[in-house]
């Protein structure tokens, strides 16, 4: 059981109940703090009506750290989604997702930490200025899209809590409802879904947690209303819906792990030279650029060759 604290932020800055009460207050102090900044041109609300609440999200582009490859359309990263929780269709997620409520919002901290709790969404993101980063998504299903994020790195996070010096991993579970996620009715996977990653990759700067795309709130079926974003990753670490964070010794068992062990491993780094037993990884399909058959090199750690320090040493077929 992890032990309750009190939450780290003092209580005249907690936001006034009616303004958390306020739809469009949405994450009132992230979006204080960010520099109103807005992607020339494009709508995406004109493009998708599948989106319940449409709302604009303030933040300053961050080109350090961003692809100057072309963009997939909202249309695109919207509506071609894996959320098993929604489904196993691509299309599912779109259709079946949008009731799904992502307010309120607690997420739980927990384990080897100094400031653990259960914190309302709002609270959590307070402190931290929103960005924008444009990253490459690579599935291990060997497909592909360039997607503008909206979030804050996650080693931010981290810090504010204080994790203890046990703490070596952080875990990650998404929401278990299988009232409102039809798709955790079928044993498809272990539910919740778990995943995690070793401090040092959660303290990277390049992994982010998410909380808007091309401006925006998430869409549901893109993990609202908090997710993680690991660019260097197959798609599958990157959890969406998360509900718990948790500091832990040891390496959590991920949900994919569980369910196929010699298919999905711990670290799951984009390698064009460790095939999956189903998929060649070394070449990629990009959504909706070019044909079918159009298939383009995968890159070692996709292309960010940036965190290759992290895994010096390691054999990464081992360590897949
Ligand atoms: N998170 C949860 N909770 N459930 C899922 O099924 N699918 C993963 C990941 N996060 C998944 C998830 C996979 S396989 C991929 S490729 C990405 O989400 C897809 O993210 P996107 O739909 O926003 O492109």
Not at 13 to 25: D, L
Request: glycine share 6%; hydrophobic share 40%.
């Amino acid at each position: 059981m992890a032990r309750y604290r009190p939450p780290p932020i003092p209580a005249s800055e907690i936001t006034p109940e009616p303004v958390y009460r306020a739809r469009r207050e949405f994450m009132a102090g992230a979006l204080a703090l960010g520099a109103g900044a807005a992607w020339p041109g494009e709508s995406a609300a004109q493009m998708v009506m599948n989106v319940s609440v449409v709302e604009k999200l303030q933040f300053r582009p961050n080109p350090r750290f961003s692809t100057d490859e072309p963009k997939n359309t909202f249309e695109e990263i919207t509506t071609y989604n894996n959320f098993y929780e929604f489904g196993t269709d691509k299309s599912d997620p779109a259709k079946n997702a949008r009731s799904f409520r992502t307010r309120p919002w607690n997420v739980a901290i927990e384990g080897e930490a100094e400031v653990t709790g259960s914190f309302a969404l709002e609270d959590l993101l307070k402190p931290h200025a929103l960005e924008a980063r444009i990253y490459r998504l690579r599935c291990v299903e060997a497909w592909s899209m360039v997607i503008p994020w909206i979030g804050f790195p996650l080693g931010e996070l981290v810090k504010r809590c204080k994790p203890t010096s046990r703490a070596k991993y952080v875990e990650f579970t998404t929401l278990l409802d299988p009232k409102q996620m039809p798709g955790q009715r079928f044993p498809v996977i272990q539910w919740p879904y778990v995943e995690g990653l070793r401090m040092d990759e959660a303290m990277h700067p390049l992994a982010i947690l998410a909380v808007g795309l091309y401006g925006e709130v998430l869409p549901n079926q893109n993990g609202a209303p908090l997710r993680l974003v690991v660019p260097w990753k197959y798609g599958f670490k990157s959890i969406k819906s998360i509900v718990r964070i948790r500091f832990t010794e040891k390496q959590p068992r991920t949900s994919w792990e569980l369910s196929a062990p010699r298919e999905y491993g711990f670290y799951a780094n984009v390698n064009p030279e460790v095939d999956h037993p189903r998929w060649s990884q070394k070449r990629e399909r990009r959504i909706g650029a070019g044909s079918l058959w159009d298939r383009r090199p995968t890159l070692p750690f996709n292309g960010y060759d940036e965190v290759a320090g992290l895994y010096r040493g390691m054999d990464l077929r081992k360590f897949f």
